[in-house]
């Protein structure tokens, strides 16, 4: 119960009028709870909360960018949030080829491409003189390299395929690896002439021959031009 006190007194005065009382006062505006005000305190409830185990585990694939949805949120809410990781993509320069085909001092001279085997549907080139072919990764790298995952061909040396530009013709010469090469299904055991579409084979792998130079062509030709 109020007191005397608290409570307002009128006094009126004789002759005076009482000043109108406004009744279009306008309330004061109340914050927006759109999001449009950036320095607007947002307070968030606990369904809103994003799990920390959740946003810290790896996402599978290249896109860096994941989207997380707060229980009960659609896409288009305000409350969804963007989690960026940083790109698994290295900054690292490609690596330079310097096989055959690389350089006009290395010319191309034909293809080795893999059929069977690791690697199926991938080549390699081949060039001028002696070509040693092997797995790679030692330090007596070959000049071709069929690092395709095939552990049963050797390093350094599996087989030698030889292009002569004298002649004009390929010959595929046998390596210094235990496992035995195959051309045409036949065990090769001395140097044997190539031609196109032979198939070479070693452990898992099968390699057709596609030749480039030849009778018909040879770098040499376009010297005389």
Same mark, same amino acid.
Request: charged share 30%; with cysteine; aromatic share 4%.
């Given at each position: /119960?109020?007191?005397?006190?608290?409570?307002? #007194? %009128?006094?009126?005065?004789?002759?005076?009028?009482?000043?109108?009382?406004?009744? $279009? &006062?306008?309330?004061?505006?109340?914050?927006?709870?759109?999001?449009?005000?950036?320095?607007?305190?947002?307070? &968030?409830?606990? !369904? !809103?909360?994003?799990?920390?185990?959740?946003?810290?585990?790896?996402?599978?694939?290249?896109?860096?960018? *994941?989207?997380?949805?707060?229980?009960?949120? =659609?896409? @288009?809410?305000?409350?969804?949030? &963007?989690? *960026?990781?940083?790109?698994?993509?290295? $900054?690292?320069?490609?690596?330079? $080829?310097?096989?055959?085909?690389?350089?006009?001092?290395?010319?191309?001279?034909?293809?080795?491409?893999?059929?069977?085997?690791?690697?199926?549907?991938?080549?390699?080139?081949?060039?001028?003189?002696?070509?040693?072919?092997?797995?790679?990764?030692? &330090? @007596?790298?070959?000049?071709?390299?069929?690092?395709?995952?095939?552990?049963? %061909?050797?390093?350094?040396?599996?087989?030698?395929?030889?292009?002569?530009?004298?002649?004009? #013709?390929?010959? +595929?010469?046998?390596?210094?690896?235990?496992?035995?090469?195959?051309? $045409?299904?036949?065990?090769?055991?001395?140097?044997?002439? /190539?031609?196109?579409?032979?198939? %070479?084979? +070693?452990?898992?792998?099968?390699? #057709?021959?596609?030749?480039?130079?030849?009778?018909?062509?040879?770098?040499? @030709? =376009?010297?005389?031009?």
């Amino acid at each position: /119960m109020e007191s005397d006190s608290d409570k307002t #007194r %009128i006094i009126k005065r004789p002759g005076s009028v009482p000043p109108p009382v406004n009744t $279009n &006062l306008t309330p004061p505006p109340v914050p927006s709870s759109s999001g449009d005000d950036p320095d607007a305190t947002r307070i &968030l409830k606990p !369904e !809103e909360r994003i799990n920390r185990t959740e946003s810290q585990q790896n996402v599978a694939g290249d896109d860096p960018t *994941r989207i997380l949805h707060p229980q009960g949120a =659609t896409e @288009d809410s305000e409350k969804t949030q &963007l989690l *960026r990781r940083p790109s698994k993509r290295s $900054n690292a320069p490609a690596p330079v $080829n310097t096989g055959p085909g690389s350089s006009a001092d290395d010319p191309l001279t034909g293809w080795l491409v893999v059929i069977s085997g690791p690697g199926t549907g991938t080549y390699v080139a081949v060039g001028e003189q002696d070509n040693r072919v092997g797995r790679g990764g030692g &330090l @007596d790298a070959p000049r071709v390299s069929l690092d395709f995952g095939d552990s049963g %061909i050797p390093r350094s040396n599996a087989f030698i395929v030889r292009y002569d530009p004298k002649k004009r #013709r390929f010959k +595929i010469l046998p390596g210094e690896g235990s496992n035995i090469v195959y051309l $045409n299904d036949d065990d090769l055991d001395g140097p044997t002439e /190539m031609n196109s579409g032979d198939i %070479i084979e +070693i452990s898992e792998t099968k390699l #057709r021959f596609v030749p480039f130079c030849g009778e018909g062509f040879d770098w040499r @030709d =376009t010297e005389a031009e």
